[in-house]
């Protein structure tokens, strides 16, 4: 990693100094496969589908970050969950946690790639729903209460204490957990006057300091702060 980035920065690219290293995650194939093992044990799985929107409850699978890097598949990892499935055939709760996780997955990540797919404009504003940026756009004179800056957002300098601390979360673990970062993304859309200003300041945010950022399944799950694979 230290090799490409001096390649990188010999390129003219800048290091970012101001992103540190997270010392929560070890990447890597033995740790993807470690977490793999981790996630699927019946003190899990046996809560997963009932509980995986808490995020006090810490059911997290925490693989998206090897699979991005293609430190394991999700091929292997789908084929070990329903094995996993098969040997508790008679666990309703771990059947059912399996069969949330595998959609979310699978058929989750698939749309995100087939959005970015058959989206010239995927990554940025004008690629959202229509209707969602004419909602958007006839609410962006609606008076705030407060706004920030990408500064004061990327400080986690707020008047709300839980949106603060969601972002030292992602600055310090390169993570969030899905219901937080809906949170995240739409308080930033509520504090910034501007909508193409608030997904500016969300992608960056996101695509500087998450693990998982850059790719379409991240893209995608910003997006669904401002409408995106949302109902009108």
């Known amino acids: 990693v230290d090799a490409c980035l001096r390649a990188l920065s010999a390129r003219g690219l800048p290091r970012l100094e101001r992103c540190p290293r997270v010392t929560s995650h070890i990447g890597g194939a033995r740790a993807a496969h470690d977490k793999l093992d981790t996630f699927l044990t019946t003190k899990m799985l046996s809560r997963y589908a009932q509980s995986?929107?808490?995020?006090s409850m810490g059911l997290q699978s925490h693989l998206s970050p090897?699979?991005?890097?293609?430190?394991?598949?999700?091929?292997?990892?789908?084929?070990?969950?329903?094995?996993?499935?098969?040997?508790?055939?008679?666990?309703?709760?771990?059947?059912?946690?399996?069969?949330v996780f595998l959609d979310e997955l699978i058929v989750r990540r698939e749309l995100a790639v087939n959005f970015a797919l058959r989206n010239p404009h995927y990554d940025t504003y004008?690629?959202?729903?229509?209707?969602?940026?004419?909602?958007?756009?006839?609410?962006?004179?609606?008076?705030?209460?407060?706004?920030?800056?990408?500064?004061?957002?990327?400080?986690?300098?707020?008047?709300?204490?839980?949106?603060?601390?969601?972002?030292?979360?992602?600055?310090?673990?390169?993570?969030?957990?899905?219901?937080?970062?809906?949170?995240?993304?739409?308080?930033?859309?509520?504090?910034?006057?501007?909508?193409?200003?608030?997904?500016?300041?969300?992608?960056?945010l996101n695509n500087r300091y998450s693990l998982d950022g850059r790719n379409m399944v991240s893209l995608t799950g910003v997006g669904w702060c401002f409408g995106l694979h949302d109902r009108e």
Do not use: C
């Open 52 to 55: 995986r929107n808490d995020p």
């Open 66 to 99: 090897h699979i991005q890097y293609g430190q394991i598949s999700v091929v292997e990892i789908a084929r070990r969950a329903l094995e996993f499935q098969k040997a508790h055939a008679m666990d309703a709760k771990i059947s059912a946690s399996v069969d």
């Open 126 to 204: 004008e690629g959202l729903p229509e209707w969602s940026r004419n909602t958007l756009a006839r609410h962006a004179s609606d008076a705030r209460a407060w706004t920030y800056t990408l500064e004061q957002f990327e400080r986690g300098e707020t008047h709300d204490k839980l949106w603060n601390a969601a972002q030292r979360e992602l600055v310090v673990s390169g993570k969030q957990h899905n219901f937080v970062r809906m949170y995240w993304g739409k308080k930033i859309l509520e504090w910034t006057a501007v909508p193409e200003d608030a997904w500016r300041i969300a992608m960056t």
